[in-house]
């Protein structure tokens, strides 16, 4: 298992620990997606890194390199691994939307006072 693979079990240990129960193979399936996880950013780096620039120095395509690379591991491990934890319940308002409710119905009050 390659460490695409090692990293999506943890992720889903830890988010989805009954998804990773119900697999007859664990080993199996997060060796395949570590697989096609290092495939898919091969391929995204392939194209984030496009041509060669003009005159770019030693050093600076390395940084290119490696930033596409990140780039690449980023998006696709957002595609293949990355689970989104769900509730049914929404989240609880912030300190910042509780102000803003707060200052839009002080507002409101003064537009119901009777204007003599």
Same mark, same amino acid.
């Given at each position: ?12 240990? %830890?988010?989805?620990?009954? *998804? $990773?129960? !119900? &697999?007859? /193979?664990?080993? @199996?399936?997060?060796?395949?997606? #570590? %697989?096609?996880?290092?495939? *898919? $950013?091969? !391929? &995204?780096? /392939?194209?984030? @890194?496009?041509?060669?620039?003009? #005159? ?5 395509? $390395?940084?290119? &390199? ?51």
């Amino acid at each position: 298992m390659n460490r695409y693979g090692r990293l999506a079990m943890e992720h889903w240990q %830890q988010v989805a620990p009954q *998804r $990773v129960a !119900e &697999l007859e /193979d664990p080993t @199996a399936f997060f060796s395949t997606l #570590g %697989q096609q996880v290092e495939t *898919r $950013v091969q !391929e &995204l780096q /392939d194209q984030l @890194a496009g041509a060669d620039v003009p #005159g770019e120095d030693y050093l600076a395509k $390395v940084g290119r &390199l490696n930033m596409t690379r990140l780039q690449a591991e980023e998006m696709a491990l957002s595609e293949l691994v990355w689970l989104e934890t769900s509730t049914d319940e929404p989240d609880p308002p912030s300190r910042t939307d509780e102000l803003l409710w707060a200052i839009h119905r002080a507002a409101n009050e003064d537009d119901d006072q009777p204007t003599t």
